[in-house]
């Protein structure tokens, strides 16, 4: 063996590559891209937030790390404990709000600039005086880059809020994604919870997805909430049943009243309590309220009510009902209508009849479960609306159709149909062309049909109608 300084010379041994084995070149490349990839990645942006609601922080860490990529989103509700992160690592972007207790954002801004900090600031507030930003911006100017943002008071300005921060930081935004609003509606009603849902959506606005799951079984219920974290239950109190014999209405409403108490205990959703009939011998509003739930609803319920008492759970401002600057028109007190309606729910005719009640005081609403009898009362006297629900969309409602296209008759006709089912086109070849005919899908915003049920009402040509014609 030859030798070189006493040393052996060994040689080496050829390495996988060299030997050309199956897949090695493959590993290789592999190993160098993502040493590359790790040499490569950068670390997250950091913001600190200061607020004294850990609510209102939750909110809105989620907000911005599900819409800004590579975020981390660091909070506190103590300033000192703030001011201690600071010292150790500045952050990208520091977040605080104007009002709290201990200290206001105006004092933290006057710490700030005795630190000489030169990281950018945002002050997050409610409060959009202009005293309050001028002295704001009178503190942080020009000691370090500095953001009044107000909150506008709606979902909408929530992709301004990501929008801003996105460029202060230099982070990439991500807003086409959705943030999703969990929603446990307890109410085996199909056609209400898809209502639900979409009044939910129209005030959350497009930057959330509402996904909604239901279920009237107290068990069940009990898993879903285990197993999911959701941002709201809603519960008609009158559906939800258990697995034992319930017994009497009144226990079994308050076993739903204790279901709903033990959720709250547990998981602190928010819940709103929904009650389409209230036992007499029971003061159900008091037993919710005592139980902790966050609102009560009767129903039929408006949009506006729905809208306050979602507001008071998620404690923030939502979109107004109807098109920004739409007003809403006003129903005449010049006398009460005469309605006749059919549809194959109860729970449907109560829903209907308050409606109108809400409308136009004290109407006349003349409710039908059966077709037959409906067009007894239609060819005794003419009313000012026929509403048809078509829920089960009978051979019946189609005959009635032909049979008032048949007498001509004058008064406007609402059909109300399901959503996705293909109602009109033969109701139309029913009706023929001597009918006033309007259609409205279900489910819809309550505004939707409020506005055709005035406008029906209002131009209404049947002589023995109950309102003044208007003549403006």
Known sequence: ???????????????????????????????????????????????????????????????????LKNVEVITFTDINAALKEISLTAPDLFITDLNMPKMDGLQVLSLLKGMKVKFPVMMLSSMTDSHFVERAHGIADPHFAFTYFGLSGTRGGTRKFVQEVSRLIRAECNLERQIVFSVLACTGEKSLVALLEQMIQSLLGEAYAVKVTDSANAVEIIELVKKQSFDLIIALVNNIHHTTADGEADSRILKVVELLAHLKKQHSQPIIALCAYEPETLDLPTQLRQAGIDAFLPTPFSAEAFRKALEGCLKTSLNQPGKQGESIPQPRKTGPPRI?????????????????????????????????????????????????????????????????????????????????????????????????????????????????????????????????????
Not at 375 to 386: G, I, M, T, W, Y
Not at 404 to 409: C, G, S, W
């Open 340 to 472: 006749v309606l059919i549809t194959d729910e109860t729970w449907h005719l109560r829903w209907y009849e308050a409606l109108i009640i809400e409308l136009f005081g004290e109407a006349t609403v003349l409710k039908f479960e059966d077709a037959r009898e409906a067009s007894q009362e239609l060819l005794r006297a003419d009313p000012d609306l026929f509403i048809m629900d078509l829920n089960r969309l009978g051979l019946d409602h189609f005959e009635m159709l032909r049979l008032l296209a048949e007498r001509q008759v004058k008064y406007p006709i609402l059909i109300a149909y399901p959503l996705f089912v293909d109602v009109e086109k033969p109701a139309r070849e029913c009706a023929g062309p001597n009918l006033d005919v309007t259609f409205w899908s279900k489910p819809g915003l309550p505004e939707e049909l409020r506005r055709k049920l005035l406008k029906l009402i209002d131009q209404s040509d049947n002589p023995q109608r109950r309102i003044l014609k208007h003549t403006g």
């Open 1 to 67: 063996m030859k030798r070189k300084n006493d040393f052996a010379l060994v040689p080496r041994p050829p390495s996988a590559v060299e030997k050309g084995e199956p897949g090695a070149k493959r590993i290789l490349s592999r190993m160098v891209a993502e040493t590359l990839a790790l040499a490569q990645k950068k670390p997250p942006r950091r913001i600190i937030h200061l607020d004294d609601d850990p609510d209102f922080l939750d909110l809105y860490r989620d907000i911005i790390q599900s819409s």
